[in-house]
């Protein structure tokens, strides 16, 4: 698998994300500082996700794709959606509960033009921690199933 990149464009407020290779959660501070910034874009209107290059992924990375959409459907009242046409991946975002969230593509989104990476940004060892109980929190969140997938590693992480 290739190493995980994020991308993103927008224009007059409409947003796209998209994310490549195998994205784990070393990016997660990046992931999280992009959405903060998107939100506080005052023209800020939508957007979608592109998953049609993702290789691979983590809990920690659905979980921040878990936390977009709720704050999303909190602030705007609107679902974004996922357009990925790999079906591990579709079948992973639907045993997550990811249909409750976003309205789900199994097909090839648009390309944005002038879409460009997001630089890395590298985060402590403690915000990195923060980042990945909270991801986990949020997919806990969304059903009993995954309270039960993550219980364990939960526990492990707020111990130590």
Excluded at 27 to 52: G, H, K, N, Y
Aim: proline share 3%; aromatic share 6%.
């Amino acid at each position: 698998m290739s190493e995980g990149r994020i991308l993103a464009a927008s224009q007059d407020g409409a947003y796209v994300v998209r994310m490549e290779g195998d994205v784990r959660l070393t990016l997660c501070t990046t992931i999280d500082e992009f959405m903060q910034r998107m939100f506080a874009d005052p023209e800020f209107a939508s957007v979608w996700v592109d998953l049609c290059d993702t290789e691979g992924m983590d809990s920690t990375t659905l979980g921040l794709l878990a936390k977009l959409a709720l704050e999303v459907h909190e602030r705007y009242g609107f679902r974004p959606a996922i357009y990925c046409c790999n079906p591990g991946i579709n079948r992973l975002l639907t045993s997550m509960g990811f249909q409750q969230l976003f309205d789900l593509h199994d097909e090839i989104c648009e390309r944005a033009p002038s879409i460009e990476e997001i630089p890395h940004v590298e985060g402590s060892e403690q915000a990195v921690k923060d980042k990945v109980i909270e991801a986990h929190r949020v997919l806990m969140g969304l059903s009993e199933d995954n309270r039960d997938r993550f219980r364990d590693l939960m526990a492990v992480l707020e111990c130590g």
